[in-house]
């Protein structure tokens, strides 16, 4: 429930109790409207979390997720009136740290690729993301990982999580092959104008709730800001794809034409800059030895960091110049 003066969302679960790392009473920092949540037991056995919000807020969406490990999805989105100078997708909408969403591609029975030694992609993927997360976290992001462990993950689930993380930026990290044993090097994709109008049939198929405040119920209107959120979001992917290449190059060798633009499935979030990185070809015998090469995957991660804070320094001038 939505309580105002000062605003909040209060979540009370019956017969539950808090069993978290700080005890059964805690707070910590937020994530976009969140400024703050608290947590505490109430009487009656019941369990309560409150969400300090920074503006009167709406519930965008609500939702059990999750197999074996299932969770409740409360999906919050802002009031702000449409027209107002600040759009929704404006750079810095949010007041805490940046959300990074890190995507170990495949997991549990869906290996990925092989390599000729029996590197899996999974495993490599997995590895590269955890090193990743530590690396952003050093420099001060707030890190979302889809998975991290070797579990199955299916690709709606990514993207959904991306988003209900309130992600400021996608990165979904794979391995290639190829029957071409001399392909080799990393290339970056982002998503393409083909992609970009699947997605458009995508959320008109899943009626996800854009970000867009008090959106008009007018289907054209709502359209055209689709597509314009569509747009922008990727135009970022590609300054994000540009800051991130020429470092990568630096640590390991880049496939010819290294952007790239694809279609894949978990690029499809509307709403969040996404990137697809395959950090080299488990086909070819030196990527296969670089790739399962843990030294090699924390270069990687720290090239794909450097690009992280880059990306975001110049969205900060850009939104000063605006
Ligand atoms: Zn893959």
Redesign the pocket.
Known sequence: MFLTTPDRFVIDVDDARWALPQGGTGSGAGVGVVNRYRFAPREGGVARLVLDLAAPSRLARQERVGGDQPSLVFDLAANTPLGAPAPVQAPGRNPGPRVVVIDA??GGRDP??IGATGVL?KDV?LDAALQLRQALRARGYHVALTRDSDRFVPLEERVRFARAQGGDLFISL???SHTNSESRGAAVYTLSERGASRAQGLIAAQDWDLDLGEAPHDAAVGDILVDLTQRETTNRSAQFAQALLPRLGQVSPLLSNSHRNAGFFVLLAPDVPAVLVETGFLSNAADERRLADPRARAAMAEAMAGAVDSYFSGQQLYAARA
Do not use: L, Q
Request: charged fraction near 20%; charge should be negative; avoid cysteine.
């Open positions: 591609g495949h990925g690729a992609e993927v794979h391995a290639d």
